[in-house]
């Protein structure tokens, strides 16, 4: 009877009653409600979360905690995922649980606290029962966390930090547990803010009146902060570290650790070390081998900050003891390989102050030859000439250009031959997409074997679909017929109408009418691209064609004509017809490049006697591909093509797909533009293949977003257009212009492969690029920071001639406008970049001869970075009279 009315409780929420009812039951009593209290526990997880059932749930909580006997099984009853958000308050679960063993208790105890945070253990819980069992504390991160969670909770508890942490009986055992910590370091920061009443602040105070041991909390943060980890708990030890005050003693005591700290720490806490160890340097306390180590590290660190700070600590050590150049020239000269010229420079000056310090004997002399090696070019040069070392070489050697390899085309394999691989493959571009071999050989796949077997298609297929949102949705509310009016969404469409989701009249009209998705810049190539995409699941259902005409032969989109004559020759032996946008869309990729075959397959596509035969006979017979006339035209500080008609693109062929042949205008194609999602336009290339300046013309005002706009991912399609067939023209170069000047790393990424693919392939044109990227950067559509980044992304990867050819024509544009501000005018952001990257080029590529305005802006007073970076060019440009 007992159980019965503690289930009856249990079910109306009655916590006092239940917990009542609970204390007078033995083990035995308890273990034999248990099962009852699953069911109920498994009958709650599926009620709806609004049913009033859910009161039930912390009086469950508590009852099957107690009816638990062992220590395991409470502790996992307690931190069920179902009862997370409904839980017993800490109070009813100490009741119900404080007639238990010590022992059984700190079991429960450390049980719990070994739980990961996210099953949120109430605090309040594992300290009372820490205090009735009178076990050792926990010091997990779940525990931890939730002490200094309690310890901040000053909104309802009162005192200040310091104040709550002297009443904290285990004090010194739980601040180290907080130092070790991986979990729990990261809260301070927020949850307890940087004012006085701060944990930093609190845990000085402590240390200062005695109550925490200072020693060991210096060593704990100094520790922490070598060990590493995010920035934001490193910045909390760094923090702590400064409220401590070390003392001088301190400092010194902890000198390898600062040195450690100052070569491989993250920024702030490497600046905070390198203070230290400055001030021990100036003191004299810092030997000038410890000196000598900590630089060696620092000098190659990638903060520009950093090093000059330790180049300007060692020049005014070496100020004040010339005696020690022996020691740290060497070291000021390991920064001679830096990355950054303007670091190389720095050490060079300062070892050419302080170099006629060095003794005639000894070593110190040849190890400054050994390191001026790693100068740039022109710097190495100048080490020659100052310093006298005549083994460096009379000219630096001029690099090789290095180019990727050239992107070589790959045949299409076969259509999978089985049911079974080609479930594997829709399955595949289901989960995560695919290239255009992948989408075309499955979507033929699809269509030969509809038409061979469709019963056991879409058995196969059932499988792989089943979790697709359309697949057996209830008619009465299944939206697949709206959500596939206006687009296909790839094979997504044409598999729902292989299984019936989309209505025959859907896919008619789709076919007749086409879309009605606006007139865009766009929608020529998405028009086409799903024109094809609806006939084929259009067929599937009501007259499933053999094969695909389309399907490319190569992963550019190209066709090779002798196999869309022999699959016309299939058609012909068969008696089928031919979809109209699958054979537009094979005219589109059919090859006429070569005229030998061309002209043969026409012969053999002639003598076939069926209008398709005609048609792709007269096809091949014309030139092509052929490219519209294009013109510039401005739109604010964008710089866009116009494109006129295209009349072979016309006649004879679909409807959907005239429209590329139509033309483009910067001005009237501004219709409302649905093409949001990038993620078919990987496709839209081989649409057209062989004429990719229709693609990049049509997606120029995307592609310049990037930059103009700060847009995400809109250039992700350059490098596939670079790898594509045709002219690489105006429009093309246009579209790398802008990618160099890209908001955002992978776009600006995206641009220099690009860039590097055409130079590859002999298709840069490195003067109409430079040329573009000027005039961008003077509209104010290209930012010449960010340009910078991607010049000095290609030119690190081996392609110094190549960029050089590109800032040849850039550079004068920005050098003019500099000149024409006057001597008093301020140069452009990101100028001083640039010709560091043209300094490197032209240094390592060999580059001579003369760059119009550059001569001005070395002339220039001051030392700043664009009037140092034009002198170093000048000189790399004209090193024959400087030798």
Not at 503 to 530: K, W
Not at 853 to 870: I, M, P
Request: charge should be negative; hydrophobic fraction near 45%; aromatic fraction near 4%.
């Amino acid at each position: 009877m007992s159980g019965e009315a503690l289930l009856k409780a249990v079910r109306a929420g009655q916590t006092v009653e239940a917990a009542g009812l609970l204390d007078g039951m033995t083990d035995a009593e308890r273990r034999s409600c248990l099962p009852a209290l699953k069911e109920l526990r498994k009958e709650l997880r599926t009620a709806p979360w609004d049913a009033g059932s859910r009161v039930a749930y912390p009086t469950l909580h508590a009852a099957g905690a107690a009816c638990h006997t062992g220590a395991a099984g409470a502790a996992t009853w307690i931190g069920g995922a179902d009862m997370r958000w409904s839980q017993a308050s800490p109070g009813v679960l100490l009741h119900v649980l404080g007639d238990r063993e010590t022992d059984w208790l700190a079991d429960l105890t450390h049980r719990l606290a070994g739980r990961p945070a996210t099953s949120r253990i109430p605090f309040a819980l594992l300290s009372g029962l820490v205090r009735l069992s009178g076990c050792e504390t926990p010091t997990t991160d779940t525990y931890v966390r939730g002490w200094v969670e309690h310890i901040g909770a000053s909104w309802h508890s009162g005192g200040t930090v310091a104040q709550k942490l002297r009443r904290e009986p285990d004090l010194p055992r739980m601040i180290a547990a907080l130092f070790e910590s991986l979990d729990v370091t990261g809260q301070i920061a927020w949850l307890f803010g940087d004012g006085p009443g701060s944990w930093y602040n609190a845990l000085a105070e402590l240390a200062e009146e005695g109550t925490l041991d200072r020693k060991v909390l210096v060593d704990a943060c100094v520790a922490r902060l070598l060990r590493g980890g995010a920035p934001a708990d490193q910045r909390v030890f760094l923090r702590l570290l400064s409220c401590l005050g070390p003392t001088r003693e301190e400092e010194r005591e902890r000198s390898a650790d600062w040195t450690a700290l100052a070569c491989e720490a993250m920024p702030a806490a490497a600046w905070h070390a390198q203070s230290v160890l400055a001030s021990l340097a100036l003191d004299g306390e810092l030997t000038s081998r410890q000196l000598a180590e900590m630089s060696s590290g620092v000098l190659f660190r990638p903060e520009k900050k950093l090093v000059r700070a330790q180049l300007i600590l060692l020049g005014k050590v070496l100020r004040r003891d010339p005696s020690t150049a022996d020691v740290l020239l060497p070291a000021v000269a390991q920064a001679f390989g830096h990355e950054d010229t303007e670091v190389q420079e720095r050490a060079l000056k300062l070892v050419e102050r302080h170099v006629t310090a060095l003794p005639d004997s000894g070593d110190g002399r040849d190890r400054l030859g050994e390191l001026a090696v790693d100068l740039s070019p022109g710097l190495r040069l100048r080490a020659r000439r100052v310093l006298g070392f005549e083994d460096l070489g009379s000219e630096p050697a001029v690099h090789e250009e290095v180019l990727p390899p050239v992107p070589e085309r790959v045949r299409l394999a076969a259509a999978p031959d089985s049911v079974a691989e080609l479930a594997e493959e829709v399955s595949a571009l289901l989960a995560s997409g695919g290239g255009v071999a992948a989408f075309e050989r499955t979507l033929d796949g699809l269509v030969r074997h509809a038409h061979r077997d469709r019963d056991a298609l879409l058995e196969a297929l059932g499988p792989v679909v089943a979790r697709c949102w359309w697949k057996d949705a209830d008619p009465r509310y299944s939206t697949a017929g709206t959500y596939f009016r206006e687009s296909p969404h790839g094979l997504e469409g044409v598999l729902a109408a292989l299984f019936e989701q989309v209505g025959m009249d859907t896919l008619h009209a789709a076919v007749q009418q086409g879309t009605t998705n606006g007139n865009c810049r766009h929608s020529a190539l998405s028009r086409a691209f799903d024109a094809r995409l609806w006939e084929v699941a259009y067929r599937l259902r009501a007259d499933p064609m053999p094969l695909l005409l389309a399907t490319p032969s190569w992963d550019t989109g190209l066709l090779e004509p002798d196999e869309l004559v022999a699959r016309l020759t299939d058609y012909r032996r068969l008696d089928a017809r031919p979809g109209a946008a699958d054979f537009a869309q094979a005219l589109l990729r059919v090859r006429r490049d070569d005229r030998t075959a061309a002209t043969a397959a026409a012969a053999r596509a002639r003598a076939l006697g069926s209008p398709e035969g005609y048609r792709l006979a007269q096809w091949l017979a014309a030139e092509g591909p052929l490219l519209p006339v294009s013109r510039r035209r401005t739109a604010g500080v964008r710089i866009l093509l116009e494109l006129g008609e295209l009349e072979e693109i016309q006649g004879l062929f679909p409807p959907e797909f005239r429209h590329l042949g139509r033309p483009l205008t910067v001005f009237k194609d501004r219709s409302h533009c649905w093409h949001w999602d990038v993620t078919d336009r990987h496709h839209w290339p081989a649409v057209v293949p062989g004429r990719r300046e229709l693609v990049a013309a049509r997606l120029l005002r995307d592609i310049s977003t990037v930059a103009v706009d700060d847009s995400r991912e809109e250039a992700a399609i350059l490098p596939l257009l670079a790898e594509g067939d045709g002219t690489a023209g105006e429009a093309l170069h246009l579209c790398v212009a802008y990618g160099l000047g890209a908001r955002h790393p992978e776009d600006r990424l995206a641009a220099v492969d690009a860039l590097l693919v055409l130079a590859a392939r002999g298709q840069l044109d490195a003067g109409r690029l430079g040329a573009d990227v000027g005039e961008l950067v003077r509209r104010g559509a290209v930012k010449p920071s960010r340009l910078a980044e991607s010049i000095r992304t290609a030119a690190a990867t081996g392609a110094y001639a190549t960029v050089w050819s590109v800032l040849r024509d850039l550079l004068p544009a920005l050098l003019a406008d500099l000149a024409a501000e006057g001597a008093s005018g301020g140069p452009v952001r990101g100028l001083g970049e640039l010709l560091t990257v043209a300094a490197d080029c032209a240094e390592r590529s060999g580059a001579r001869g003369d760059l119009a305005h550059l001569a001005g802006t070395a002339g220039r007073r001051g030392s700043s970075k664009v009037v140092v970076q034009a002198r170093r060019l000048r000189l790399a440009l004209t090193q024959e009279a400087a030798a």
